[in-house]
Every structure is written in C-alpha cells, then in structure tokens.
C-alpha cells in the first residue's frame, strides 16, 4: 500500500521557523511532482508549494521569501522549510504527490493524513 506520511507540524511563536517533511513508502516506482497544500479551518485547501522531480518550484504569494520546498528523490521524501511564520499561516498541513506504482504500473495522485501547525503567542 502506498502512503504518504507528513510530521513536523506543532505550535510556534510568530516570527519562528518549522520544517515539514513527507515521506512516501510502498510499491512507488516512481514519484513525479510533489506538493505541499494547506487547509485553515473554515477555508478551502490551498496550494503552499510544488516540486517537479527535476527540482522546479513554485509558491503561493503569500509564502514566497519564507517557505522553501525541496525533495529526496533518493528517499522518496519532500520537505517545506517555513520561517518568519505569521498566524495566517496557521493551517493543517498535507503532502501530495503524483506517483507511478504497482505492477501492472499505474499512475496515481495521492494524499497524507496532514500535520497541524498551529503559530501562536
């Protein structure tokens, strides 16, 4: 079974840093894009961050100069470096990743449990 599982998350003061890691684990053959996305409570889930396989990156406006996001291709595994955390940023956060797994391979776009990350005086 293939899963992906984000920790890292927890409570901070405004202005701190977190880093957020995701691991994948199963039959991957092998993990395309990747990307952090996030839900506040009352809000609809939004894109934080993607990373191609190759290492391009995008990010939401509003956490461009803060969060960075990068990947392991060699531990199946992506991370989201967060610094100078607002309260607005205060959200669960979730991996997603689009993979190619099984035999016969398939192609599938999967999601984590999430990791809450809570900044707070």
């Known amino acids: 079974q293939v899963q992906l599982v984000e920790s890292g998350g927890g409570l901070v003061q405004p202005g701190g840093s977190l880093r957020l890691s995701c691991a994948a684990s199963?039959?991957?053959?092998?993990?395309?894009?990747m990307g952090w996305y996030r839900q506040a409570p009352g809000k609809e889930r939004e894109s934080v961050a993607t990373?191609?396989?190759?290492?391009?990156?995008k990010y939401a406006d509003s956490v461009k100069g803060r969060f960075t996001i990068s990947r392991d291709n060699t531990k199946n595994a992506m991370y989201l470096q967060m610094n100078s955390l607002k309260p607005e940023d205060t959200a669960t956060y979730y991996c997603?990743?689009?993979?190619?797994?099984?035999?016969?391979?398939?192609?599938?776009?999967?999601w984590g449990k999430g990791t809450l990350v809570t900044v707070s005086s």
């Open positions: 997603n990743a689009d993979v190619r797994v099984g035999l016969p391979f398939h192609d599938s776009n999967i």
């Open positions: 199963g039959s991957i053959y092998n993990i395309f894009a």
């Open positions: 990373v191609t396989r190759g290492g391009s990156t």
